[in-house]
Structure formats: structure tokens, C-alpha cells
């Protein structure tokens, strides 16, 4: 095996465990912060060790099992270890001389311990948006730059926030648990945001070489269904379970053999599944129900019930669409929301007003590297004729794109505006 092989196998193991392992150190040590340094722990030991011994059969026990004895080895000088220390001594042995399979090395219920810790992560101690950077980097193992394009902010705001956050939870000696009452809902709205931007960067990956991260998007909706066992009578829990649902039920048809993305108006709808779209919209059902109409998710969720029950792009209902960014906007400044509502509205009156929508937020901070800004322009002058200029835009947001995948389309849409404008 070649050293780009070794590499390619520990991002891959790394990738699979990284997020389970810290939960179950977490339970273990009580420490959220200490498990997540001991599980780097664990994939700097496997870096050094690998590219001489090779990567054994179970790297992920591998890392389980390197993890666990680090842990004993902190308990141990921190003389913290109970009766339970010759329990998991022999519980590390085991795993040593046989080295299980990944699953069976893990907790059954590693579900309820990842909502678990994201509440822990999520704690109101914490500022708001450290919580949501905090939970990304330990849960789901997103990378600085990762959360940083999710938040729209710098890497160093980022991981400024994340040290922070690690630094209360280690003073505070917050307890490892699932909150009840009103402690509970005092801590929903930034686990249904954490959830919500683990969704959204499996749904379009802000960086890589693939444009979807499936695995996040099924790690999301396996929790918002858990937060619904949770707070079943919490109107935006559903509203979140809906949107999720009724975005993953396009997935199939959202990129072609290759890999390669499948815009809205491009997709073929027969792939899209039906039976998540109906899971999907009586999770909507049920937040209207619960007088939760007007939330963050559940209005979201009412643009994505549009275009699930919509036949065709064109009998899409964009002006209603319009109304409900517009909604949004009204509840939350955000210019990727007037962006969103700029699309719908160069659908139901015409290219010109959304770009004249684009031309108003263009020089907002926030979207000075979106790329989106740009593949949004740019299809709105293709619809207008300006092909020039439309080629100019998908350039741009091709320099911009930091997934490869989008990249490239951004990049062959150029080189179309540039066949239909007849120039080189």
C-alpha cells in the first residue's frame, strides 16, 4: 500500500468514527472537551503508526481502542479511576485480542448519545454561536474552514469560538446529559440549529470532491427524529424534520452517474421519493397543527412542500415561494435569505427583478465570496440575454466555488455563455 493509500485510508476510518468516538469518551470520562482532544489523540497515533505497520483490518476499532487506552491513561494519572477501571480495562483487552468490527465496538445507542452531547455542547452557558461551531467540530468533525463557510465568517472567528467553548465547558464541570423540562426547551433552538447546519452541509458540501456528504444528511435526520421522541409538542422540531425530510427526498435526483450536480429546473422529479415527500409533509402538517406556521424551519419547509408537490418547475408556485422568503426575511436579516427570494422572484416576474434584488444585496459583506451570489446573477443575465455578463458571473463563482463539483459546473457554464455570445 502506498503512503497516499495509508492517507486515504485513515480520512476515510477518521471520517466514519471521529464523531461516535467522542461520544463515547464523553459518557466515559464526563469531560466533553477531554474526549475530543484524546480522540485527535487517537488519529495522530494512527498517522504515526499505519505508514509503518500498515492499516489494519478495523481501523475504526483501531481508533476505538487506541482512544479508550489514552483515556484509561489520563484517569489514571489523574488518580480519577473507580471500581469501573478494571471493567474497562477488560472491556480494551477484549477489543485488543479481537479486534471487533466497528459497529460491535460502539454503543447500541449512539443515537440518543449524540443528542446527548450536542445538548451538552449546546448548553446556554455557552454563546450562541460558539455552541453551533462547537457541536459541528466534535460531532459531525467538520474542519474549521467547513463551519466557517457554513457561518458565513473567518476560519479564525471560527476556531477563536471553538477554544473559547471548550475552555467554559472544562471549567464548568457541565454535566453529560439529556435535558428535561424547561431546561430543555431553554437549549432547542441552537441543537435545531446545529442539526440544521449538519443537514445543510451533507445536502451541498462546502468543500471536497463530492457536492453531497450523504452521511451527514442521514446523521441529521436520524436526530431530528430523535428531537421529535424528545419534544413532541415543539412546533419547530417537526417544522426541521420536515424541511430535512422533504430536501433528502430529492437526493437521487440531484446528481448524474458521474457524480455531478443536477440543479432544481434540471432534475428529472420521477426520481424524487414520494414516500419521504409524504413523511416529510405531515411533519409539516403536524408544526402547522401545533400553531407553529410562522417558524424558522417550518416556513422553510413550506417553500420545499412547493416544489415537492409542484409537476413541473414551471407549475411551481414561485410568487407564493416570493411571499415566504419574504416572510423569513422579516423574522431573520440574512442576505442568503433576499438571495433565495431574488431566485424566486426572476421566476414568477421575470429575470429582471431578481437580478434587480441581486444588484441591492451585492455589496453585502456576508456574500462578497458567496459564490452563489454570482451563479444566481448569472443565471438571471442568461435569461436576459446578456450572455457576456453571464459568463463573467459563472467565471466568477467558479473562482469562488471551494467544492469541486460545483466548480465545474460553474465552470462549463461559462464555456456555454461563451459558445451561445460566440466568443473565446
Known sequence: MT??????????????????LITT????????????????????????????????????????????????????????????????TRDLMQEQEAMPDFDAALDDDIGDEWVRLIFTACHPLLPRQARAALALRMICGLTTDEIARAF?????????????????????????????????????????????????EGYAASRGEEWLRPQLCD???????????????????HGLTALME?????????????????????????????????????????ARDLGGAGGFYTLQATI????????????????RIAELYGQLAAQVRSPVIELNRAVALGMAEGPQAGLDLVDLIADEPALRAYHHLQAVRGDLLQRLGRFAEARASFETAARLATNARERVLMERRAAAMADVDGTA
Open 3 to 20: 503512503a497516499a493509500d495509508t492517507d486515504r485510508a485513515i480520512r476515510a476510518a477518521w471520517r466514519v468514527v471521529q464523531p461516535r
Open 25 to 88: 469518551l464523553s459518557r466515559m470520562l464526563r469531560d466533553v472537551p477531554l474526549a475530543e482532544e484524546l480522540t485527535q489523540d487517537a488519529l495522530v497515533a494512527a498517522l504515526e503508526v499505519w505508514p509503518l505497520s500498515g492499516v489494519p483490518d478495523n481501523p475504526g476499532a483501531w481508533l476505538v481502542a487506541t482512544a479508550k487506552r489514552r483515556a484509561l491513561d489520563h484517569l489514571r494519572r489523574a488518580k480519577m479511576l473507580t471500581r469501573k477501571q478494571e471493567v474497562l
Open 152 to 200: 458565513l465568517v473567518t476560519e479564525a472567528t471560527v476556531a477563536q469560538r471553538i477554544v473559547r467553548a471548550k475552555r467554559t465547558l472544562s471549567r464548568s464541570g457541565l454535566a453529560y446529559e439529556t435535558p428535561s423540562g424547561e431546561a430543555l426547551s431553554e437549549r432547542l433552538a441552537s441543537v435545531l440549529e446545529v442539526i440544521y447546519l449538519i443537514f445543510n
Open 219 to 237: 446523521e441529521a435526520l436520524r436526530m431530528g427524529r430523535v428531537l421529535v421522541g424528545l419534544a413532541p409538542l415543539e412546533p419547530e422540531v
Open 246 to 286: 422533504l430536501n433528502a427526498a430529492r437526493t437521487r435526483a440531484r446528481t448524474g452517474i458521474d457524480g455531478e450536480p443536477i440543479l432544481l429546473m434540471d432534475q428529472d422529479r420521477r426520481l424524487w421519493d414520494r414516500l419521504q415527500i409524504g413523511r416529510g409533509l405531515r411533519a409539516l402538517g403536524r
Open 304 to 319: 420545499v412542500a412547493c416544489h415537492a408537490t409542484a409537476e413541473s418547475a414551471a407549475a411551481t408556485d414561485w410568487r
